[in-house]
DNA sequence: AACGGCCCCTGACAAATGTCACGGTCCGAA
DNA sequence: TTCGGACCGTGACATTTGTCAGGGGCCGTT
């Protein structure tokens, strides 16, 4: 809406959320170096991504899928419903296949590892503000042969409270389910991952991005 | 030995490692905005820390712990040993107590977790080359509460390797142990970390930092 | 209305896990 | 040298975990 300013040097205006303050900085720099981008806001919560975006009105929005009040895949499905005209670029740690998967059903226009060179950073930034989709290629295979998640939505629960590494009493009591029930959730995590194990069968469906928060 | 430049506008030599390449090259951007610092080398994996040192020859490192090949403790000592002059940063991502410790014996001049402000970086990189040390003040109380590994050599060794979840008869046959000997192994560990758990030892003694490759 | 899928529960069983008591070796400190 | 501690092992035991076969309730689809 303020748009048409002095013409040709327009910026694309860029909004960054990632939890630790350090490399959010840090990737405030890198993108700062680049003429044609500019960043208008940071945030370090996931619930902090759609205020902020209403106050800066970013044109592009980098996110981080590990944060704290709001995942990132949450926030991008929530900033694509209040700002649409906001484009979303996933910026991850972890190439877990589930992740690009629930990402781009969230609406994100792009995902990127953080092991990636620094240099694409800004072209992938630009192809996701020009409309196009930024995606790594060996994820997007690896995304495809992984799947959707074959777990049902009360194993995911179970599976996902028993990271912290309580006895299935504990799980019993913190989901309010009978010792048996559990058990059975259990049981059938552990085949349908494939593992010989419950601390097994969390790893493997945390590999693929299958305990995300619901 | 190419030193005494042109005297006053003397830049203080980096060394960045981390592995994943984009907070490396923001990390890179970030301090590169300093008159006073020149990053001279980057490396993503701890067993080149020492070679692209030799090359560049850094007044300050500026090492992640979490790295393939060698991790950022040990990375520590190898430089430490092999040029004495460099002094080394320890960024990471966790500030577990043990880590803290673990880098300070190890010869580490500082140590900053990456969820400190951006602004703070560059000050800690200056003091840390003026031959001061740069210590979160929180994460140290913290080291000291939580004390040294009660852990003994192989209870640590069991305990890393029932990291990825395999059954008893796996570790034994990892470990070239007894299956007897590695339960009564697990049990003491689970005694001392105050589990109720295997998976919940593991959680214990990661989160304190105890089970860094020795 | 019948079917299938998911959910919750029960009860029983085999297997894995955690605990304990014990004996032995090796090594460094008292 | 004796002692204590870490280390490896055995065997026995109680508990927990994982599996299986049921039972019934609640949808949504056919």
Redesign the interface.
Known sequence: MSASGAGPSNPIRLLLAD????????????LS?EDDLSVVAEV?RGDEVVPAARDSDPDVALLDVEMPGLDGIAATAALRAALPSCRVLV?T?FGRPGYLRRAMEAGASGF????????Q?ADAVRRVHAGLRVVDPTLAAETLAAGVSPLTDRETEVLRTAR????VADLAGALHLSEGTVRNHLSAAIGKTG??????A??VAEQNGWLLGE
Do not use: F
């Open positions: 939890d630790q303050a350090l490399v959010r900085g840090a990737l405030a720099a890198l170096l370090g910026v740690t990127v590892v953080k092991d990636t060179p620094a240099r950073l912290g590494g309580g006895t593992a010989r194990n419950r601390a097994e969390i790893r």
